[in-house]
């Protein structure tokens, strides 16, 4: 599995929009990027995910550069309650039960 | 519908204590995890049930055991805990179809003394 590489913390102004960096540098072809929050004491969730292709869902948006060596997690309009640790997760999409390999992810803290 | 529940929420054990920590999925998945956080640090996979009857070492399997029950339950066991597996410990669980996206319990901390 491709290494990321996220910053170990960050702030960012309520009502802004924060903009979360993952670099992985080599990554294959076939890997995907996934991205995981974890707000206080609580299990992971699940944010959004993608190949190639910029991603978009009700929580957040996913850009990922041309050569994929880099991506970045956009929430819009960060609230307080965004305030969680986020792990950029690289790995293979295969059938059956996916083998997440969590890192130390990046500590956003928003700000009011 | 629940998702993922676990039990018991909190533990504390003396080293060399035997426990088994409960996890229950009411949403039809396929598969399921355990994972455990040590503090300050990302998860790490234990062990994984990939479908009923099937279960493979995660990261760091030694001194675990587990058990895929039936298709909604999935125990991990501490034969003989020792001091360094104090940590939380999270089940996880995803469908067949979306198996990148795990839905996780509210995790137990456990705590070795």
């Known amino acids: 599995d491709a290494k990321t590489t996220q910053p170990p913390s960050m702030d960012c102004a309520e009502g802004r929009a924060a903009n979360l960096p993952c670099n992985h540098s080599?990554?294959?072809?076939?890997?995907?990027v996934y991205w995981y929050r974890q707000i206080h004491s609580q299990g992971p969730q699940y944010i959004i995910h993608g190949l190639k292709n910029n991603e978009t869902n009700e929580m957040a948006s996913l850009i990922i550069t041309e050569d994929r060596k880099s991506s970045t997690l956009i929430l819009p309009h960060a609230t307080l309650r965004d305030t969680a640790v986020y792990y950029c997760?690289?790995?293979?999409?295969?059938?059956?039960?996916?083998?997440?390999?969590f890192g130390q992810g990046t500590r956003l803290t928003i700000n009011p | 519908n629940a998702g993922v529940t676990q039990t018991p929420k909190f533990q504390v054990l003396k080293t060399g204590q035997s426990m088994t920590l409960q996890c229950a999925q009411d949403?039809?998945?396929?598969?399921m995890y355990w994972y455990r956080q040590d503090p300050g640090m990302g998860l790490r996979l234990i062990y994984y049930?990939?479908?009923?009857?099937?279960?493979d070492k995660g990261e760091v399997p030694n001194g675990y055991n587990v058990s895929r029950l039936n298709k909604r339950e999935f125990s991990l066991r501490l034969e003989s805990a020792a001091p360094s597996q104090t940590s939380v410990y999270f089940c996880?669980?995803?469908?067949?179809?979306?198996?990148?996206?795990?839905?996780f319990g509210p995790g137990t901390r456990l705590t070795v003394t």
């Open positions: 049930s990939a479908s009923e009857g099937t279960t």
């Open positions: 996880a669980s995803s469908e067949e179809r979306k198996y990148y996206e795990q839905y």
């Open positions: 080599t990554i294959s072809g076939n890997e995907y």
């Open positions: 997760i690289v790995r293979l999409s295969l059938q059956g039960a996916q083998k997440l390999v």
């Open positions: 949403m039809n998945h396929n598969s």
